[in-house]
């Protein structure tokens, strides 16, 4: 895997450059996209590339700046009356997407298991639980899909949702990364009034942060999205490629986000929820989207569009854990 990286990383330099180059000196560009592609040959380099796929901690901002400037570039370019920018740099932004999330895989695989700090079945020990006797038996929730119904549900979850500890390294590295992104979404919650922690929620849940992709779900900036929700963002919008915010924003706004005034506890879960869709919840089970890694989630899985396998376990984070943890840590105060 190390070797094929590398070959990789070489391939997409090499690639980047020779592309840019050719931009750079097309006098039927604009003076401003010559200027654009110069800077980026500048800032790209084998080395460069070679270090951030040594650590992910490095990787991530690297190809998420590279993939952000190409996109800008492609868009900057997209009005010049000669050249074929945007055809030229389409497989750069691509091959930045698939590198970036084949380093986060193999990050993600290497992740070392918590310490010995865990109770006997891997849970934090019992004052962490909370108010268990009060929240729903494990696994289980209300079928009702209306917030005011089920809005005590939530927090009574919430606080007795409980980590598997087995699991903390991989929800600490999440909400790490997650904070690392917030001046970016951010920019999103001075648009829309939108909590920042939420949208890096929805990103985490859908691309891993990848931000080559749409937030609607995890499809390539390059094009509208292929799957549910299928083809946006609309043209009336804006034309592939897309800017990360650009299609953020369209995400948010095609559900009705940006109309909201209830952030509480309840609301935000339920919008979440909402996000990834109500199957599991009419099935009276707790949706792995807001529960997984802990032990309010015992298992069952949609392992494709309407298929549920009851003996299928969720291998991602959910949000409300993930939310529960940046808590804890203080990098979000808790939702009233």
């Not at 010049?80 to 030229?88: C, E, M, N, Q, R």
């Not at 799957?227 to 559900?255: E, I």
Request: proline letters at 6%.
């Amino acid at each position: 895997m190390a070797d094929d990286l590398q070959t990789r990383i070489s391939n997409l330099a090499s690639l980047s450059l020779s592309q840019l180059r050719a931009i750079s000196e097309d006098f039927r560009h604009p003076d401003d996209v010559q200027a654009a592609a110069r800077d980026l040959i500048n800032n790209i380099s084998d080395a460069r590339l070679r270090a951030a796929v040594a650590s992910f901690t490095a990787a991530t901002p690297i190809f998420t700046d590279l993939t952000q400037r190409f996109v800008d570039l492609t868009t900057l370019a997209r009005t010049s009356p000669g050249g074929d920018a945007v055809g030229t740099l389409a497989p750069v932004v691509r091959q930045l997407g698939e590198i970036f999330e084949t380093v986060a895989d193999v990050e993600r695989d290497h992740l070392p298991q918590a310490g010995s700090d865990e109770g006997q079945d891997g849970r934090a020990p019992g004052p962490q639980a909370g108010p268990v006797a009060s929240a729903p038996p494990p696994g289980t929730v209300n079928t009702s899909r209306k917030l005011s119904e089920i809005a005590d549900e939530y927090s009574r979850m919430f606080d007795a949702a409980v980590m598997d500890l087995s699991k903390k390294t991989s929800v600490d590295w999440l909400a790490t990364m997650l904070v690392s992104f917030r001046k970016t979404y951010e920019k999103i919650q001075a648009d829309l009034k939108i909590p920042w922690h939420f949208i890096g929620l929805i990103h985490c849940m859908e691309s891993n942060f990848n931000f080559g992709t749409h937030l609607h779900n995890g499809d390539s900036l390059m094009h509208r999205t292929i799957n549910v929700p299928k083809g946006r963002p609309p043209a009336q919008v804006a034309d592939p490629p897309f800017a990360w915010t650009t299609s953020a924003m369209d995400a948010l706004t095609m559900k009705g986000f940006h109309t909201q005034t209830d952030w509480s506890l309840p609301a935000q879960l339920f919008r979440l929820e909402q996000y990834n869709g109500f199957g599991y919840r009419m099935r009276g089970r707790a949706t792995p989207y807001l529960w997984s890694f802990s032990d309010r989630y015992t298992g069952g899985k949609f392992v494709k569009d309407g298929v549920f396998d009851p003996a299928a376990t969720s291998k991602q984070c959910g949000a409300a854990t993930l939310l529960k943890h940046l808590v804890a840590r203080g990098d979000v105060a808790r939702p009233q």
